[in-house]
């Protein structure tokens, strides 16, 4: 995550941007949850929120009971606002900005928070937005508490397509709050594109933020697609545990969108039920799948220095990524449309697997670094071609 810093003493207006990257899960989706290890890389693909605080001191008009809290998702079209006097009676006994001590959203607050939403109009074809606007509502509140401010949010990812966007706006969005809070400063490190680098604590302080709001929209997530969205790189996680891990030798992925809209909190909802259904069979689903996950991590951290090895390297890889989607489909998580995508690459001895909590959304392809390409109109390799392939970073729509 990469953000600009602003200072928290300000007398006019404050502006604060923040971004942070989506991410595909390579292996350990669902078990995760569950205590197995998961593999994870953020993209090159990212939410940016953008903050801008009235000011706040005597005599500039922006006094402790006036002005609004509004929320402009660009992606959506749609604007929200809340006057602060309606925040207060709402919130006020419930949250108080504490931005340094990360806590849970309690039921009480969830509920006032339900009430606060009832007052907007959310077309109904979008109400899963209201997820997000949950968790943005708390993470202000609870950050910045009932103060006059306005937030914008633009991305490129999909939205519930797995690619972590709601991690991506949880991250970006605590970063910028925290930031504005005068609660964390940038590091001496420079990003990309002169973006600054929080240091490790402030880093640290955001992610466990952004937790708290992933959990109002995941119901019980892991944690892994905050910490990776917070963290960047790829890593592994387990039980709350990460390790970074150094890839040496390029893995490039397809991404394909099958656009077929889904919910990670009613997904990990129906594995756990699942599981409850079936504890011993589920638990070695989950064995299954840790084991997948420790080896697919040693071996992308392996040095492969020739064509021989390198062919060897991604071998391996593509048969854990096939035998983890097959214990994915024994979680009941994957969709005709999933199995479509994984027959159109298998055409092409390319192994397929689900990514994030599927049910639809997006499907990773290995693509072998020596393949040699046939070309032919109208087939999905047209579009790898007509796309520059990177690392880990293209996004491709299913044809
Ligand atoms: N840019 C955004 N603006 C507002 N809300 C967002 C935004 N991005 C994500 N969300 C919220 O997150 C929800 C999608 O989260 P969900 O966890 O279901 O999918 P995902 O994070 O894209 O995929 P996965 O969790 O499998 O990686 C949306 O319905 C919305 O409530
Ligand atoms: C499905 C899941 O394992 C990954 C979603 O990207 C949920 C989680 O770990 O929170
Ligand atoms: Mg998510």
Not at 41 to 57: E, F, K, M, Q
Not at 289 to 296: D, T
Not at 311 to 320: C, I, N, P, R, V
Not at 339 to 367: D, H, P
Request: hydrophobic share 45%; with cysteine; glycine share 10%.
């Amino acid at each position: 995550m990469d953000p600009v810093a602003g200072t928290a003493e300000h007398r006019g207006p404050l502006e604060v941007r923040a971004r942070a990257p989506g991410k595909i899960i390579l292996a350990g989706e669902h078990a995760v949850v569950h205590g197995s290890a998961a593999v994870a890389a953020a993209i090159d693909l990212y939410t940016n929120s953008s903050l801008l605080l009235r000011p706040t001191g005597p005599g500039e008009g922006g006094g402790a009971g006036s002005g609004a809290v509004e929320l402009d998702l660009r992606d959506s079209g749609l604007t929200f606002s809340w006057p602060c006097s309606r925040l207060r009676g709402a919130l006020g006994e419930e949250i108080s900005a504490n931005p340094g001590a990360p806590a849970p959203c309690s039921p009480d607050q969830l509920a006032a928070i339900a009430r606060l939403l009832q007052d907007q109009e959310i077309p109904e074809a979008k109400i899963w937005l209201s997820a997000g606007l949950s968790a943005f509502l708390f993470l202000y509140a609870s950050i910045l508490g009932c103060r006059p401010g306005k937030a914008v949010v633009s991305s490129d990812l999909p939205m519930g397509a797995g690619l972590g966007s709601s991690a991506a706006f949880c991250v970006s969005m605590s970063g910028a709050l925290l930031t504005a809070a005068g609660a964390v400063s940038v590091g001496a490190r420079r990003g990309a594109e002169g973006w600054e680098v929080l240091e490790k604590g402030a880093l640290e302080l955001v992610n466990q933020w952004a937790f708290q709001g992933e959990k109002i929209i995941h119901g019980k997530p892991s944690g892994i697609d905050n910490s990776v969205s917070t963290f960047g790189k790829m890593i592994k996680f387990k039980k709350g545990e990460l390790t970074n891990l150094e890839s040496w030798n390029p893995v490039k992925m397809l991404i394909t969108d099958t656009r077929v809209g889904r919910n990670t909190k009613a997904l990990v909802a129906g594995v756990s039920e699942r599981a409850s259904r079936h504890p011993d069979a589920m638990a070695s689903v989950f064995h299954a799948v840790n084991s997948i996950s420790e080896e697919l991590s040693s071996i992308v951290e392996l040095a492969a220095e020739d064509e021989i090895a390198i062919t060897s390297k991604e071998d391996k890889l593509a048969e854990l990524m096939e035998m983890n989607q097959g214990l994915l489909q024994c979680m009941g998580v994957s969709h005709s449309s999933i199995e479509t995508v994984l027959r159109t690459t298998l055409k092409y001895s390319l192994v397929s697997k689900l990514t994030g909590a599927g049910g639809g959304g997006c499907v990773l392809t290995l693509i072998p670094t020596c393949i040699l390409f046939y070309i032919s109109p109208g087939c999905i390799f047209s579009f790898m071609v007509l796309y520059k392939i990177n690392t880990i970073q293209l996004m491709c729509d299913f044809c």
